[in-house]
């Protein structure tokens, strides 16, 4: 492989132009097939097969209006005080256009709710009312009617039977079957005045205005399931209501409307590239040297990201998906290829030719590059095997975003080197490497054991530590809450949960599954029975049939929980009601539950379930390419290790953040909840990639030393000062890269930002660079030892280029004088 990528680098730099041009085009094609085919990204994320999605489906056959998406609209008068008779009716109006738009099913006004509520609650106490004075009635009718037949019937006693008494009789006895038949009338009449007002009484909690009267909420309901609603129609929604609503009155959108499109660019990511710019000048002190690895990483986020979108027009694809590529395709597109710039530099500074330097510093370093985005590439295209569509996507994406970085680095980078020569030097070391030869470095002096023991407990230590938090960790999917303080997602929810309680914020879908229909008469006494039912069951603030099928065999319910979407009071809810049963007469009702709550356990328990094969998948895959990259047992099981320590490391960090609430102010967390559930996944694959590219590169530097002749212990020491500058500003650049993400539009994106900046800021500074040496120190030889079997099987991948650098040995040389000036 190094020599292949050596006589790859020199071929890319004889022909400099056709490569970039090359490149270009395929940047243009990218671009061009998005805006041909692209299509628009969902912001919700869903699992097939789960109980909600099966629920779901159900429902579009059996209720369609059931299983279109929601989302909620919060009007409020602007001054806190009630809303006025005008104001209302403003609203209605403006909500009657939004029911008009394509894309909308309909829209629930609460003032028309409110008022047919009203009516029908006083429609329920007048008629019993009705009802009471019809039985008073009929008790006095009954009685007059019983008199009557005593005295007809004393009459006969006395004077014997006569065919004037005898019509009396018949008239009395069709008297008393009318009496009768209004008694019955009586009953019906009441016991569906009775249900109804049970019906009334249990849907108290799903209210729609305020006590206070200040504010309201509107709900809108799609044609499409959640998942599928364009941003178009969101966007419509908001427009229409944004235009029509009178003076006074403002509205908020709940997250299920407004949740944000992709949006590249933003300026905490803008930060991110500052700070890795000026770490680059630094490190280089050159603006040329330090413009090559970002123009290398624009280029392959560019390539990538577009080619990417470009199947969002066939492939459901969520908005997370692109920014995560261009997130792990900045960082690792930046980081290799400053890898073969060092190096290349290094070179050059000794004195060797342009061309011979950079077919050696592909040889070498682009080596170490492939063997380095090898493991990446594993651990993300391995999420393929968790059998979670959405996390297989992200997972591929950020796959060619980094396999894009590494064509890029082996390819285009030695290109742009050529073109560049001797100019990506600062003019007093081209002068220095034009006069003076090369100073042989000093032999550095391996650490004393006591100090190598220090390094481990200290920095064990410190990791454990930090890792406490992630003991506790709860895994879910973000809410209006966890949203900027100033958004309307945070108002909208902040204000729900204040004037209708933490519930109304995320109402669940229950459906009662009846062995036998309920229909005509019967659907609504069944209702109120199961109705009851739910309404005792703990957790549960209130209940309300929203419909059922034809056959009366499927009825649904809205259950509004006491506790929010994420509360673990929500979360025992949706477990209780899956496994219980309601009785109803003979039959025994099962229930199921649906919901964007229940949605959201179901993804959180699946991605638990599939986080242990997924790691084992990784780890053992990635430990085999260490065994052959290092030949060595020991040193891929201390890498593995350290890995580890970062990753608990990484958890226990952003848990304190996200879930404790700790530092908040400073990471734009308004309300602490559970972390992204599917964030510990897609750490493991992206931090176990990066782990193991600093530790190839650290550790190749050993190994190098070792094979040169160099005491193990020894080796330790000169890989790690061979090593760690680069690897010091690589970190730094990533920590950058990502960090900038933490401050993103995209609520999900941000967890993701600090805890891959946080878990690559430990494992580069604390595991790669202060224990790992350590443990190396104390290893000694036994760290490169190999059964002799295994090493005759393995290939000889010569990841550090010795054996490279030995066939092409070449003669430094003077700079060019017209180089130096």
């Given amino acids: 492989m190094a020599e292949l990528l050596y006589r790859l680098g020199r071929f890319t730099a004889r022909r400099a132009w056709w490569v970039i041009t090359a490149w270009v085009v395929v940047l243009g094609l990218a671009v061009g097939a998005f805006v041909a085919f692209g299509g ?47 104001q209302r009716a403003g609203v209605s109006a403006a ?63 006395q004077t014997g039977p006569n065919p004037r008494l005898k019509a009396t009789l018949t008239q009395l006895d069709k008297q008393q ?177 342009v061309a011979e330097s950079i077919g050696l510093a592909n040889g070498t370093s682009g080596n170490a590059v492939v063997f380095a985005g090898s493991t990446v590439l594993i651990a993300l295209l391995a999420l393929n095997i968790t059998g979670i569509p959405f996390l297989a996507l992200m997972g591929n994406v950020g796959a060619v975003a980094i396999a894009v970085a590494v064509l890029l680095t082996v390819t285009m980078t030695p290109a742009v080197l050529s073109l560049l020569g001797h100019r ?37 230590g410190a990791l454990a530590l930090i890792a406490v938090p992630a003991a506790s960790i709860r895994l879910g999917l973000p809410t209006g809450a966890s949203e900027a303080a100033d958004s309307t997602q945070h108002r909208a929810y902040t204000a729900i949960t204040e004037k209708f309680g933490a519930g109304a914020n995320g ?17 609504a006494p069944a209702q109120a029975d199961l109705g009851k039912q739910l309404m005792k069951v703990g957790g549960v603030a209130a209940a309300a049939p929203i419909g059922a099928n034809e056959r009366g065999s499927v009825l649904v319910f809205q259950v509004v929980p006491t506790g929010g979407p994420t509360s673990e009071s929500t979360e025992a809810l949706v477990r209780d009601l899956r496994g219980r049963t309601l009785a109803l007469g003979s039959d025994s009702v099962t229930l199921s539950v649906a919901g964007s709550a229940s949605a959201n356990i179901d993804i959180s328990g699946k991605l638990a379930d599939a986080l242990p094969t997924y790691l084992t998948l990784v780890v053992g895959l990635s430990l085999l390419i260490l065994i052959v990259v290092f030949r060595s047992i020991l040193v891929p099981l201390i890498a593995t290790g350290g890995f580890v320590l970062s990753l608990f490391a990484a958890l226990g960090g952003v848990t304190a953040v996200y879930q404790w ?19 510990p996944t897609l750490l493991v694959g992206i931090l176990f990639g990066l782990a193991m590219d600093y530790q190839l590169f650290l550790t190749s530097g050993m190994r190098e030393a070792y094979a040169h002749g160099a005491s193990a212990r020894h080796a330790v020491t000169e890989g790690v000062r061979a090593g760690r500058a680069v690897v010091t500003a690589a970190a730094v650049i990533m920590i950058a890269v990502f960090g900038g993400f933490m401050f993103s539009h995209l609520t999900m994106i941000r967890p993701v930002g600090f805890a891959l900046a946080f878990g690559v800021l430990v494992d580069a500074f604390v595991v790669r660079m202060l224990i790992i040496p350590a443990v190396m120190h104390l290893a000694g030889d036994r760290a490169w030892w190999l059964p002799r079997w295994l090493d005759r099987l393995l290939p000889d991948v010569d990841v550090e280029g010795a054996n490279l650098e030995r066939h092409h040995r070449a003669t430094p040389g003077r700079i060019p004088e017209d180089a130096v000036r």
């Fill in 95 to 157: 909500l009657r256009k939004v029911a008009d738009l394509d894309g909308v099913d309909q829209v629930a006004d609460p003032f028309t709710a409110d008022e047919a509520r009203a009516v029908q609650a006083a429609k329920a106490t007048d008629g019993l009312a009705q009802v009471e004075d019809g039985r008073v009635r009929q008790v006095k009718g009954q009685k007059q009617l019983d008199n009557a037949r005593k005295q007809t019937e004393a009459a006969i006693e």
């Fill in 424 to 460: 990506l030097l600062p003019r007093r070391d081209r002068r220095t490497a034009a006069t003076l030869p090369a100073a042989a470095p000093r032999a550095p002096q391996p650490m004393s054991a006591g100090r190598a023991v220090l390094r481990i407990v200290v920095g064990v």
């Fill in 40 to 86: 628009t990204m969902s912001s919700t994320m869903t699992i097939p097969g789960t109980p909600t999605e099966q629920v779901t489906d159900r429902l579009k056959t059996e209720l369609p209006v059931a299983s279109g998406g929601t989302g909620q609209v919060v009007i409020r008068a602007a001054n806190g005080a009630r809303l006025t008779d005008g």
């Fill in 661 to 679: 609430g700790w530092l908040g102010a400073v990471f734009g967390v308004s309300d602490p909840a559970p972390i992204l559930n599917f964030l």
């Fill in 177 to 353: 079957a009318e009496l009768d038949r209004q008694r019955a009338v009586l009953e019906k009449s009441e016991q569906q005045l009775r249900v109804g007002r049970d019906l009334l009484t249990m849907a108290e909690g799903v209210r729609t205005i305020s006590a206070d009267g200040s504010t309201a909420t509107a709900t809108v309901v799609f044609d499409l399931p959640q998942q599928e609603i364009t941003p178009d129609t969101k966007q419509a929604v908001t427009r229409t209501i944004d235009a029509a609503l009178p003076n006074g009155v403002t509205a908020d959108y709940s997250a299920e409307i407004t949740q944000g499109e992709i949006q590249l660019g933003g300026v905490g990511e803008a930060v991110g590239l500052v700070v890795a710019a000026i770490v680059l000048i630094v490190m280089t002190g050159s603006l040329v040297a330090a413009g090559l690895p970002i123009l290398n990483a624009l280029f392959g986020v560019g390539v990538a990201v577009a080619g990417a979108m470009a199947l969002s027009g066939t492939i459901e694809m969520t908005s997370v998906t692109p920014i995560l590529g261009a997130m792990l395709g900045l960082a690792v597109g930046i980081d290799y290829s400053l890898f073969i710039l060092h190096r290349h530099r290094r070179q050059l500074k000794a004195g060797m030719s």
């Fill in 507 to 523: 109402p669940l879908i229950v459906v009662a599954d009846l062995p036998h229909g309920r229909t005509g008469d019967g659907l």
